[in-house]
């Protein structure tokens, strides 16, 4: 009986021989001494693909490898391997310890691959020793429980008939005798999960009253009744059925990305930049209406259908695409509820802060806030008898960033212009996490490819240029080569009211777009048109002055009375007004135009001029804001630790294990610093360090005023520096800490 379809009979045995057994296995020792023997190198790439381990920073190998063996920290290892490599993790758990590469190598048919596994679970620590000895930690048989690789329960002791039943001939001749489809039923449990739940099961029926494959599988032995409705397979019997290898021999291979059509890369990235540039003009017309006109925030938190359909109109698009619009803006800090006493759903100040950047810059934090965000906008809408409603609580999946770092990842694998079919998408993914929910992965992956086409990720169904530099940032995915930097979190400025766009997303768009216009054409119909995509600073005067009417491939701007005479209350002058129009417009004031601006003037009396530059971060008066700022995001979860975070922690863990390590300490104290000044020392060493300065080479010391009052001088190699908290090795104590500025007396920097 072959793995598969059970027809070809091959001999083989529950239990090999103790004349022909392998050599005993060598005793690999402890997880704690196999940590202690590797050198930086390989401890640097475990804790970037374990980063869990260094949050807190252990104190010493022992606690480390405490950690490291715990039930949830080998699960999320588990959490983020293939099949294959999973399926032999969940093999290695049913071998007796230790093990040897040999052992492995008999039961999965000596496939070629068995090596390359071995090497990335020990490295992982998930299994130590050498290929003559291994030996794996002992939370792994609970976290592959209840059924590792699919396998059932042992029976022997309980049933020592399966002895003679558990063989390759015996099981043949079984079958061969049995009602028709009960080949079909062994095959059904074989690769897991082991056990069938029957409504209808006769546990008394023998081998001649069985009335199908179930209950004379059962008859004979083959099957265990496990519950009064429930029959499971033996792992005696199982073994026996999968040799040669105790895992399909297909789950080694990765899955190939079938390709449905090929573009010209040339079309793919035209398409996707004006896919970029029209998301981002919508975005601003959303937000635009929404700061005249919010609408109500739900009990719930989420946006009402009746105000998700207006936005559609408002963006003469359809409601999936109005929906991710909102959810993007939400996740970007562009869009907030508002406070307590009126809840509406708001632009922030940090919107005013964004629509001032260039085009490329804007399209930039929105794709970020894309990889990012936790809430997947294609789940709006109504689901058998529940609807989800946008901004809501329902659509936040946290699976959705890693999700979309390997949908771009697959892509990206694909020579340059061929378009996936979404099915092979799925199944790479599916074989790639194979521990998550398939369903979920199935609509993840389905509402990545959507939404990347929309906000111009993809050009014609195919990844375009934007998709590759998005799926570099690799924010889900530890690897050594992780942008660490941008995976912490995105930088909002001081004040807190705008992220920083990441200047790699912002090169890949800027090509792809059009030439940004500075001039406009000024018609007697009081509107001004600029054919294309506006300059930025085009485009924040009129939007003092005038009110725009449409985005697109035109951008239409109306004159009124109340947009001009809101510019004017805001310091603009007729003579400012008419300088910016004569300087911009390719073709002359219009007399309308000119009437109204001095008719206006006439009416409002004298306007004090104001000779300070226009804060373009304001809104107009008619415009309300929430007031919510954006802050720093969080690093995903699984995102690597920066580099002078692994440096130190390497160096602390070190440090732990040397009782003969003497403490730095400082020669002299260093003078009493002004607050600022530590903050500013702070913010400078940090920088030199995120900048490529050696490990250890950038130091700092201070005196600092423990909880009860007490001071000391230290000698810290500063790691990260936020919110107020300074986090670094400490030489004196040969260990990391975090010290709050406000108990810093004094600091200088220095080098050792």
């Not at 620590?125 to 609970?142: C, H, N």
């Amino acid at each position: 009986m072959s793995p598969k379809t059970a027809a070809q009979p091959k001999a083989s045995k529950v239990k090999p021989d103790k004349k022909t057994s392998s050599p005993v296995a060598q005793d690999p020792g402890t997880l704690v001494d196999a940590l202690r023997q590797r050198d930086d190198h390989s401890m640097r790439l475990m804790l970037i693909q374990r980063p869990d381990l260094v949050h807190p920073v252990p104190t010493d190998m022992a606690k480390l490898a405490a950690r490291a063996a715990t039930n949830s920290s080998v699960t999320r290892v588990l959490d983020r391997l293939d099949a294959w490599t999973v399926g032999v993790a969940e093999i290695i758990s049913v071998l007796n310890e230790p093990f040897t590469k040999n052992d492995l190598e008999k039961v999965l048919n000596h496939n070629e691959k068995i090596g390359v596994v071995l090497e990335k679970l020990r490295l992982l620590a998930i299994i130590w020793g050498t290929d003559d000895g291994m030996r794996f930690v002992p939370v792994l048989k609970e976290v592959v429980a209840p059924h590792p690789a699919g396998f059932g329960p042992c029976f022997l002791d309980e049933r020592p008939d399966l002895a003679a039943i558990a063989n390759f001939e015996r099981i043949e001749e079984i079958i061969k005798k049995g009602p028709k489809g009960t080949d079909e039923v062994l095959n059904e449990l074989l690769w897991g999960p082991p056990v069938i739940t029957l409504s209808k099961l006769n546990r008394d029926a023998g081998i001649t009253s069985a009335k199908n494959g179930h209950e004379y599988l059962m008859a004979h032995g083959i099957l265990v009744a496990t519950a009064r409705d429930a029959l499971t397979l033996p792992r005696e019997i199982a073994l026996v059925l999968r040799t040669p290898s105790y895992l399909p021999e297909e789950l080694s291979n990765n899955k190939d990305i079938k390709t449905k059509a090929q573009r010209d890369p040339i079309q793919v990235d035209r398409a996707a930049g004006a896919a970029g540039l029209q998301f981002v003009q919508l975005v601003e017309e959303l937000l635009d209406n929404w700061g005249e006109t919010p609408p109500a925030v739900l009990r719930n938190g989420g946006l009402a259908q009746r105000d998700l359909t207006i936005a559609a109109k408002i963006c003469n698009e359809d409601e999936n695409i109005a929906a991710l619009l909102s959810e993007i803006a939400f996740s970007a800090g562009l869009l907030a509820a508002g406070d307590d006493k009126e809840q509406v759903w708001l632009p922030t100040p940090a919107f005013d802060v964004w629509r001032t950047k260039s085009v490329e810059e804007r399209w930039a934090i929105l794709a970020e806030a894309w990889l990012t965000t936790t809430r997947v906008a294609s789940l709006v809408g109504k689901v058998g008898e529940i609807r989800i409603n946008a901004l809501s609580p329902e659509v936040d999946k946290s699976l959705a960033p890693e999700i979309r770092s390997l949908v771009l990842d697959a892509m990206a694998a694909l020579e340059p212009g061929f378009e996936p079919d979404q099915n092979a998408i799925v199944e790479y993914v599916t074989w790639l996490r194979p521990r998550k929910n398939k369903e979920e992965i199935e609509t993840l992956v389905k509402a990545t490819l959507g939404e990347a086409n929309t906000i111009g990720i993809r050009g014609l169904g195919v990844l375009a240029t934007t998709g590759r530099a998005l799926g570099e940032m690799r924010y889900t995915m530890p690897s050594p080569e992780a942008r660490t930097a941008a995976a912490r979190a995105a930088v909002a400025d001081p004040k807190g009211y705008a992220v920083k766009p990441d200047q790699m997303l912002v090169s890949a768009i800027a090509p792809l777009l059009p030439d940004a216009i500075a001039t406009f054409v000024l018609q007697a119909d009081l509107t001004a048109v600029i054919p294309g995509p506006p300059a930025a600073e085009v485009a924040s005067e009129l939007r003092h002055m005038a009110y725009q009417e449409s985005r697109g491939a035109a951008q239409v701007y109306r004159f009124t009375e109340s947009s001009l005479q809101r510019a004017m209350e805001r310091g603009y002058t007729a003579e400012k007004i008419l300088e910016f129009l004569n300087k911009y417009t390719t073709t002359e004031v219009p007399q309308p135009l000119e009437y109204l601006i001095n008719d206006l003037v006439r009416k409002l009396g004298d306007i004090k001029p104001i000779d300070e530059p226009i804060d373009e971060t304001i809104p107009a008066p008619n415009e309300r804001r929430s007031p919510a700022r954006v802050r720093p995001r969080p690093a995903p979860e699984g995102a690597p630790p920066d580099a002078a975070l692994l440096d130190a922690a390497i160096k602390a863990l070190r440090a732990g294990e040397d009782p003969k390590a003497k403490p730095v300490t400082p020669s002299a104290a260093p003078n009493k610093t002004p607050a600022s000044e530590i903050a500013t020392l702070c913010k400078e060493v940090v920088a030199q360090v995120i900048s490529g300065s050696k490990p250890g080479d950038v130091c700092i010391t201070i005196t600092y005023v423990d909880t009860h009052g007490m001071s000391s001088n230290r000698i810290v190699e500063p790691i990260r520096f936020e919110g107020g908290l300074l986090t670094g090795f400490d030489l004196t104590e040969s260990r990391i800490r975090d010290y709050a500025i406000s108990r810093i007396a004094g600091a200088e920097k220095g080098k050792k």
